[in-house]
């Protein structure tokens, strides 16, 4: 069984800075991608930003310059540092990866975490 457990969200005037952090856990042998993506009220879960394995970054747009995404491949875990944030980054950050290959040399694609909430106000 493979976990990933999202930690770091939370509330932050305008202008604050954050930093959300996800664990993946168990069985696992390697992760391909790993990404935040996050979903506001009313709206469609998107895409922030995501890393790969050999740490290749992409970012949306809305976040270019003021978030950084990275990953510690030993401690398969990946990071997000929002600063300047702004009130429309506010949503529930979900931790994904696009493919795990556990120990057994299973293959399981698109995981998603629980997500967690974070909050900017005004």
């Known amino acids: 069984q493979v976990q990933l457990v999202e930690s770091g969200g939370g509330l932050v005037q305008a202008g604050g800075s954050l930093r959300v952090s996800c664990a993946a856990s168990g069985r696992i042998f390697g992760i391909n991608a790993m990404g935040w993506y996050r979903q506001a009220p009313g709206k469609q879960r998107e895409l922030v930003a995501t890393?790969?394995?050999?740490?290749?970054?992409n970012y949306a747009d809305s976040v270019k310059g003021r978030f950084t995404i990275s990953r510690d491949n030993a401690k398969n875990t990946v990071y997000l540092q929002m600063n300047s944030l702004k009130p429309e980054d506010t949503g529930v950050y979900y931790c994904?990866?696009?493919?795990?290959?556990?120990?057994?040399?299973?293959?399981?694609?698109?995981?998603w975490g629980q997500g967690t909430q974070v909050t900017v106000s005004s």
């Open positions: 890393i790969t394995s050999g740490g290749t970054t």
């Open positions: 994904n990866t696009d493919r795990v290959i556990t120990t057994g040399l299973r293959v399981i694609n698109d995981y």
